[in-house]
C-alpha cells in the first residue's frame, strides 16, 4: 500500500531574478536530488529561513518579562522523565 503526503496548494507567487549562471547552479542541485527548480528554491528558502529564526540570541525584553524568562530559565526541571528522554537522544552528526 502506497501512501501519499498532500503537499498545501501554493498560491503565493515571489518573484526573484537571477543571472544565467545562478540559474544554471541551482538548475544542477535540484536534479541532484530529484527536484523541480520551484521545490528546491522554495524548500532551500524555508530551511534556511527557519535556521535563520532558530539561532537567534538576542531577546528584546522590557523588565517584566526579563524577570519571567529568568525565573523560567532558574526553575526546576518539571519533566524528569521528558528532560532524560531528550538528553539520551544522540546527535546524527555523532
Do not use: C
Not at 7 to 33: C, F, G, H
Not at 52 to 72: G, K, S, T
Request: charged share 30%; aromatic share 6%.
Amino acid at each position: 500500500m502506497q501512501s501519499t503526503v498532500r503537499k498545501p496548494t501554493r498560491d503565493k507567487q515571489i518573484n526573484v531574478r537571477a543571472t544565467e549562471a545562478e540559474r544554471a547552479v541551482i538548475d544542477y542541485a535540484a536534479s541532484l536530488v530529484n527536484k523541480n527548480r520551484t521545490d528546491f528554491i522554495i524548500e532551500t528558502a524555508v530551511h534556511e529561513a527557519q535556521n535563520i529564526i532558530l539561532d537567534q540570541r538576542v531577546f528584546v525584553l522590557d523588565d517584566a518579562r526579563y524577570q519571567a524568562f529568568i525565573e523560567q530559565l532558574e526553575a526546576p526541571v518539571q519533566n524528569i522523565e521528558g528532560r532524560k528522554r531528550l538528553m539520551d537522544v544522540k546527535p546524527e552528526w555523532k
